[in-house]
C-alpha cells in the first residue's frame, strides 16, 4: 500500500487560507483517483475534492470556488489550496486514493476555522 503523509493544517480565521500537502511514499501516477477527505467531530469523513490522474478534478458543493486541488505525479504530491474558510470547513484533512480507499490512513492534520 502507498503511504500518506499530511501537512500543512492549523487555525485560521474566517476569511483565510491554507494550503494542505499530502506526501506519498510511493508512484502517485499507480493511483487513477486522489481525494482530499475531511473529518469534522462527530461527523463521518467525506470527500472534499478529488483529482485523476490526468488532472480532471471534482469538488463537493461546499468547496466549490474556495478550494483548489492539484497533483503532482513526478513528486508524488496532492495539494490542496483553501481560500475563504470558514467555521464548517474545520475537521481533520486527510489524503487516499478514491474510490475505495486504502485501509491505511495517514495521520491527516488538523484545520480549525475560527476567530
Known amino acids: 500500500q502507498v503511504q500518506f503523509v499530511e501537512s500543512g493544517g492549523g487555525l485560521v480565521q474566517p476569511g483565510g487560507s491554507l494550503r494542505l500537502s499530502c506526501a506519498a511514499s510511493?508512484?502517485?501516477?499507480?493511483?487513477?483517483?486522489m481525494g482530499w477527505y475531511r473529518q469534522a467531530p462527530g461527523k463521518q469523513r467525506e470527500l472534499v475534492a478529488s483529482?485523476?490522474?490526468?488532472?480532471?478534478?471534482t469538488y463537493a458543493d461546499s468547496v466549490k470556488g474556495r478550494f483548489t486541488i492539484s497533483r503532482d505525479n513526478v513528486q508524488n504530491k496532492l495539494d490542496l489550496q483553501m481560500n475563504n474558510l470558514k467555521a464548517e470547513d474545520s475537521g481533520v484533512y486527510y489524503c487516499?486514493?478514491?474510490?475505495?480507499?486504502?485501509?491505511?490512513w495517514g495521520q491527516g492534520t488538523q484545520v480549525t476555522v475560527s476567530s
Open positions: 483529482s485523476s490522474r490526468f488532472d480532471v478534478t
Open positions: 487516499n486514493r478514491h474510490p475505495s480507499p486504502f485501509p491505511d
Open positions: 510511493g508512484n502517485m501516477f499507480s493511483i487513477p483517483i
